[in-house]
């Protein structure tokens, strides 16, 4: 015999939760199940420990997807002011990094607590280490079986996200589910991850290892102004965590060294005040030492500023300015933090997130083919997406 509730939904991350304090505050008999220990453990670990849980100028345009006009109803109707009210509500410290970007002063376990008390308020169960291992449709609703028993609801909803960081407990679980009742998926691929190089540009690259630098990084005609670090395995920061989710396999990108700093100006004040100077010694006022020696032997200068053209400079500064690069790889879903792709947004209903053609079954958050930029844009989706569907379920 099933147990008997009215909404089963699979996944406690950030968008099964919020979806399931919105259907308890609407009196339905809400179930979570989770086959991991924890709820929230992404949420435990974003942001450095301190959860970047919105961004207040999260909108339509922060996100990737291939109707990117499907985003748009969920996130006007639960916006960044409506998160932070309920932050605010439970007196959890927060503040503005950069950016918009919002984090909480002390840690991102406040978030995880107030949406278990939230839960408990709205008198929803939560059913940890629970493995899934059949969704049915019935004549009225569907039936879940578990390895803890089968429970009979009338509304599912699938919150188990994307499949970044497997060792974390991601599956690809959703995908299965949408296949099995006929929805469609746009092809995965991990997003916001650092980039690989090949052999040859890594080994020149390697005395770079561990330095930071401001830098625009485009793709197209996609481009973010923020951090660039390079590493031991290619390039990362968060200026190339952004334009990842652009990039393909192939592809070029351009880096912008220090975009706002007139560095051809620079050399030729340099050139006319103190000509005796060697190059690297003047950028090094304005990049990282390494980085400036590294640039200046790249550029093939030996010689001191004075004997140099301004052909010869112009040269460098496109080095710096105008540097195309051509990215191996990425490092794959093991660090990615999120899944671009998924559900196939066009059998959704954008208001409710319900598939179209199965009533009663709805898909949220990473799962789902929307995908926002770093910096608090995913969580803002996890949380209007789960409360569209825990609105309607
Ligand atoms: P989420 O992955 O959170 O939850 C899915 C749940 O389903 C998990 O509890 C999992 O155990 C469960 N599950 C999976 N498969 C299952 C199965 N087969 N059976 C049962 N349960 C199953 N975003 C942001 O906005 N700000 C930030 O600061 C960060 N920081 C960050 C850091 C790191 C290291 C990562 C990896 C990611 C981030 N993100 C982020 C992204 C953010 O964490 C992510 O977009 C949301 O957690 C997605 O929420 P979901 O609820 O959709 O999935």
């Known amino acids: 015999m099933s147990k008997t509730v009215d909404v089963v939904i699979i996944g406690a991350g950030a968008a099964g939760m919020m979806a399931a304090i919105r259907a308890g505050q609407r009196g339905r008999r809400v179930l979570v199940l989770d086959h991991a220990k924890a709820p929230g453990e992404k949420i435990r670990i974003s942001g450095g420990g301190r959860c970047n849980f919105t961004n207040i100028h999260a909108g339509p345009k922060n996100y990737l997807s291939a109707n990117p006009h499907f985003a748009k109803s969920a996130l006007a109707r639960f916006t960044p002011q409506d998160f932070l009210a309920m932050v605010e509500a439970h007196k959890i410290g927060w503040h503005e990094k950069t950016l918009g970007q919002l984090f909480c002063d002390d840690s991102a376990k406040d978030i995880i607590r107030m949406l278990l008390e939230e839960m408990k308020a709205a008198n929803v169960k939560l059913q940890l280490q629970t493995e899934i291992e059949a969704v049915r449709k019935t004549g009225d609703g569907f039936d879940i079986v578990t390895n803890q028993g089968a429970f009979a609801c009338q509304s599912v909803i699938i919150a188990t996200g994307g499949k970044s960081i497997p060792k974390m407990g991601a599956t690809g679980f959703a995908y299965k589910i949408a296949e099995q009742f006929g929805l469609s998926l746009i092809e995965t691929r991990p997003g916001l991850v650092p980039l690989t190089l090949e052999p040859g540009l890594l080994g020149e690259l390697a005395v770079l290892a561990g330095v930071a630098v401001d830098a625009s990084i485009s793709h197209g005609k996609t481009a973010f102004d923020e951090a660039l670090l390079f590493t031991h395995r290619g390039l990362s920061g968060p200026a190339i965590l952004q334009i990842s989710s652009y990039w393909r396999e192939g592809d070029h990108i351009t880096l912008s060294l220090q975009p706002d700093t007139d560095f051809l100006g620079i050399l030729k004040t340099a050139k006319r005040d103190n000509g005796r100077q060697a190059v690297q010694t003047v950028l090094s006022g304005h990049l990282p030492k390494r980085l400036a020696q590294y640039c200046v032997e790249r550029a093939g200068i030996t010689k001191p500023l004075a004997d140099l053209s301004d052909k010869a400079l112009i040269g460098l500064v496109e080095s710096l300015q105008k540097w195309v690069l ?40 990473e799962a789902v083919d929307v995908t926002g930029w770093l910096g608090g844009y995913n969580f803002q989706w996890a949380w209007a997406s789960g409360h569209a569907a825990g609105l309607a379920a």
């Open 326 to 365: 051509k990215p191996a790889g990425s490092e794959g879903y093991r660090t990615a933090e999120v899944t671009l792709g998924g559900v196939d947004t066009k059998d959704l209903e954008s208001k409710t997130m319900q598939a179209k053609t199965v009533p009663g079954l709805y898909f949220i958050g």
